[in-house]
């Protein structure tokens, strides 16, 4: 069963940190790129992170420098530490996988297997 489990959201305060992770299991396929999306409420989902097999990684520009991807192939999960916290980063997480990327993409079309999310609640 292919499943992609989010865990590590919560509620902080604006400047706080927040660790993600996504156990990932039974992909169907190599995942050529993993990466970490986001959606607040009324808004359109969003790339946040990205990281390619290949190790490049891309980012949005609004989280760079403050949000890191990185990847523990051993425990097959996929991390996204989030600092300096704001309260426009406040939405829900999803984590995807896909076997067809050709780089580090944050277009969601190129991902297949899709997490439940986990919700980020960040106050001023």
């Known amino acids: 069963q292919v499943q992609l489990v989010e865990s590590g959201g919560g509620s902080v305060q604006a400047g706080g940190s927040l660790r993600l992770s996504c156990a990932t299991s039974?992909?169907?396929?190599?995942?050529?790129?993993l990466g970490w999306f986001r959606q607040g409420p009324g808004k359109e989902r969003e790339g946040v992170a990205a990281?390619?097999?290949?190790?490049?990684?891309t980012y949005a520009d609004s989280v760079k420098g403050r949000f890191a991807i990185s990847q523990d192939n051993a425990k097959n999960t996929l991390y996204l530490q989030m600092s300096s916290l704001k309260p426009e980063d406040t939405a829900m997480y999803y984590c995807?996988?896909?076997?067809?990327?050709?780089?580090?993409?944050?277009?969601?079309?190129?991902?297949?297997?899709w997490g439940q999310g986990t919700q980020v609640t960040v106050s001023s």
């Open positions: 990281l390619h097999s290949r190790g490049s990684t």
């Open positions: 039974g992909l169907p396929y190599s995942a050529r790129c």
């Open positions: 995807a996988a896909s076997g067809r990327c050709v780089s580090s993409t944050l277009a969601t079309g190129w991902y297949d297997t």
